[in-house]
């Protein structure tokens, strides 16, 4: 099967900037995560969907970060505008179940570097 | 925190050789998990443990859960050098709808 699919895997913007993501989950996984990873680090929950419901957004930076998830599929981050510690990679990752709690199948990620 | 602290940070050894890494937490959890990360790709998974299981085998890697420590270890045996990555620990706590990824250590396996 195919794996959970992420572009772009670079971005480069200058601060102020918006910049978007996209995730395509792997097909029939109903809860899809957003995750920021910083050098060094594991991975920090940014949102993570059930369906198309955000059940847990309580990480997401509500004043500049937006996500949505339209039909229970793709998956779209936004950062608007984007300040310089915002670089980081941004993990798209799926699972079967939910809860939160089961396998989760990641994407390569999303590479931003904000100038 | 619930977040899980895996030990040591960084651990270099040689091909042929077995690596261990620990993985200790604070909260009662229903499983734990283990991911390995090659340098600029995801995370791929390569273990779940639930809470009443002790230990569990996937080929050349072990883990082991002790509730009653907090802890859990990830055994590589016969490393090779395609084994150099990170590897975190990921746990499942009770009373929590998430996965708490800890800060990884990173292995480097030289040939």
């Known amino acids: 099967e195919a794996g959970v699919v992420q572009s772009p895997r670079y971005k480069i913007i200058e601060k102020k900037q918006p910049v978007a993501f996209w995730c395509n989950p792997i097909s029939g996984h109903n809860t899809l995560y957003w995750y920021l990873q910083n050098l060094g680090q594991g991975p920090e929950l940014l949102i993570r969907y059930e369906n198309e419901e955000a059940v847990d957004d309580s990480q997401l930076p509500k004043d500049r970060f937006s996500a949505e998830r339209l039909k229970g599929v793709d998956s779209t981050l936004k950062i608007q505008p984007a300040e310089l510690g915002d670089s980081a990679v941004y993990l798209c990752a799926s699972s079967r179940g939910s809860g939160g709690q089961e396998t989760q199948y990641f994407g390569p990620g999303t590479r931003l570097l904000v100038l | 925190s619930q977040q899980g602290e895996e030990d040591p940070q960084a651990l270099s050894i040689q091909e042929g050789e077995n690596a261990t890494m620990n993985c200790s937490y604070k909260?009662?959890?229903?499983?734990l998990q283990w991911y390995r990360q090659n340098s600029g790709r995801g995370l791929v998974h390569l273990i779940l443990?639930?809470?009443?299981?002790r230990e569990k085998h996937s080929g050349r890697l072990r883990v082991t859960l002790d509730t009653s420590k907090k802890s859990s270890s990830l055994l590589i045996t016969a490393s090779q050098a395609a084994d150099t990555a990170s590897y975190f620990c990921a746990t499942a706590w009770t009373g929590g709808f998430k996965t708490i990824f800890g800060a990884g250590t990173r292995l480097f396996v030289k040939a």
């Open positions: 909260t009662s959890i229903n499983n």
């Open positions: 443990i639930r809470s009443n299981e």
